[in-house]
DNA sequence: CGTAACTCGAACACCCATGTTCGAGTTACG
DNA sequence: CGTAACTCGAACATGGGTGTTCGAGTTACG
């Protein structure tokens, strides 16, 4: 609705200064909302350097906010994933290529979502469907057309199984029961068990 | 620090119509509290049929409706693997059964747990651990040693991944997106896909 | 350098949830 | 039946979060 789109390169007419607090209200917004519930417009303030006034002449309200730090995730995880070619590898091998790079921005995006949910339309939500995410999800229908993935179970449960197992290897991380270099070749070789089809 | 234990069964000393209402209240706090975040006290009254002061007549502060209902889950769990004896199965086979008889409650503890986070004492919640979950572990245990479970990956990781499946599980079924006759089943094929020992 | 843009603390109005008190009505139970 | 136990709506105090306004100070930028 409001005129002001935040999507990629904000438009120039603002002053270095407001550009630069801006910056910092969405990356403490995304430290906030991408880890825990609950926050409030004075935490994402004080996290952010700001005076809470300075805030609210950004971003109007709650909601506004909410929508720009998702944006701003999105966005985030679109230039990460852009220099990525998956297409020459066997869908097992793109697999892990793709967790490497990116386990936690989707881990972090599934905790966004969860945490704004009360903030912002979960239709804009459905709209704006993360690149990052779909990305995963293709290379799972490659993988089951190419008969490296298991045809057995339905497709919507395996990707659903791998954001829970994502983000439980995340939780393991952050309550220090996993070793951090170890993780992902866990979380790899956990989720390949979870594909492979069965050996019936 | 109350003297009054809601533990299992309460002191008799009370009418039969205020033990009704306690009873109506903790049912509705298992089912709120269960399901969604942010449940309030008026929330929670409403839902049993009850008068907000009679609320708190019972359970004087939101922390202590919200330990009475972990408490009050913990007994059901405990009650319902009571007659449940898994000792004579192999483990995969004690897994499915365990599953078919207690995934929804390991769930529904799940989402417990997070929902009353902030309003419990952490160490309180730990000591208290769900007998319902130990059981789970156990058979983990059971099942690496016999050799029937894989060893390659830490016990504590494959236990995690465990109850995020199951929960992944619950949200499909909540969601419509899976099956209910056939979740059980799924969730089963899908733990053991992981658990089994690699082919390697 | 001067002005417009920006920052920010203080104070305000507002809403919502938590607990509490009062007083009158209802209900269990001896 | 009579009394103690219980219920419950209304109203209050409190605390915290949300937005807003004011006014003075600072900073970017032409």
Known sequence: MSPDDEGSSARPSRRADAQRNIERILEAGLRLYGSAPGVSMSD???????????????????????RAVVQRAIDDSVAAVEGLDLSGLPADEALRVLLRAQWHTLDRHRALRGNVRSDVDPEWLRERHDPAMGKLESLLSRGIAEGLFRADLPREWLSASMYHLIHAAADELAAGRLDPDAA????????LSVLRPSPR
């Open 44 to 66: 994402v303030a004080k996290e952010a350097g700001v005076g809470r006034v300075t805030l609210y002449a950004h971003f109007p309200s709650r909601a506004d906010l909410a």
């Open 184 to 191: 992902v070749g866990v979380l790899a070789e956990t989720l």
